[in-house]
T-cell receptor, first 115, second 112 residues
Framework: DADVTQTPRNRITKTGKRIMLECSQT?????MYWYRQDPGLGLRLIYY???????NKGEISDGYSVSRQAQAKFSLSLESAIPNQTALYFC??????????????FGPGTRLTVL | GNSVTQMEGPVTLSEEAFLTINCTYT??????LFWYVQYPGEGLQLLLK?????DKGSNKGFEATYRKETTSFHLEKGSVQVSDSAVYFC???????????FGRGTSLIVHP
């Protein structure tokens, strides 16, 4: 079974709709992240959380919100979707041990299209 | 602040050709360096890493050497295969930051 799962894998929605993307992990990691990937722009950090009570904005948080329901679950919401939020969204996790050299583990991604 | 610059793609090669994907960085502090690979339809996964100067990370025939003097971490493979077609991301993390900095990614296309 995959260690980091994302649902849905694909979603098409209309402008103005509220959308929630969900992420679950079985790795036991405290740190979780949401990124979006756009062609030519690489990965950009939306939000991150270091534990259940900790939520931090990334470089492109406007138009997004998150909820850390449990250590294993981290959801991303688009309150009112707009077309330029069409992108590939990734959830990632990492552990607490060490600071500099611990890798991130990524989910398979959610492809979101906003019409 | 931290930044990572990768060569723009796509890089198009024939099978068994030699591969180099350039990566240079700027960092406050002493970074750990990573290469991630994203196969079509999948998330990123760690390919290799190096945590101090002159370290060489290696995996699946890929290698990269941490060059502090040139602030570089170029990815190389002696003989690429069609199955290596993917997007490759260079990244760094510094000791005081829990958030990695990613490059924009380089697409590799390998033809039979």
């Amino acid at each position: 079974d995959a260690d980091v799962t994302q649902t849905p894998r694909n979603r098409i929605t209309k402008t103005g709709k509220r959308i929630m993307l969900e992420c679950s992990q079985t790795k036991g990691h405290d740190r979780m992240y949401w990124y979006r990937q756009d062609p030519g722009l690489g990965l950009r950090l939306i939000y991150y959380s270091f534990d259940v009570k900790d939520i931090n904005k990334g470089e492109i948080s406007d138009g997004y919100s998150v909820s850390r329901q449990a250590q294993a679950k981290f959801s991303l919401s688009l309150e009112s979707a707009i077309p330029n939020q069409t992108a590939l969204y990734f959830c990632a996790t990492s552990d607490l041990q060490g600071v500099g050299d611990n890798e991130q583990f990524f989910g398979p991604g959610t492809r979101l299209t906003v019409l | 602040g931290n930044s990572v610059t990768q060569m723009e793609g796509p890089v198009t090669l024939s099978e068994e050709a030699f591969l180099t994907i350039n990566c240079t960085y700027t960092a406050t502090g002493y970074p750990s360096l990573f290469w991630y690979v994203q196969y079509p339809g999948e998330g990123l996964q760690l390919l290799l890493k190096a945590t101090k100067a002159d370290d060489k990370g290696s995996n699946k025939g890929f290698e990269a050497t941490y060059r502090k003097e040139t602030t570089s971490f170029h990815l190389e493979k002696g003989s690429v295969q069609v199955s290596d077609s993917a997007v490759y991301f260079c990244a760094l993390k510094t000791g005081g930051s829990y958030i990695p900095t990613f490059g924009r990614g380089t697409s590799l296309i390998v033809h039979p």
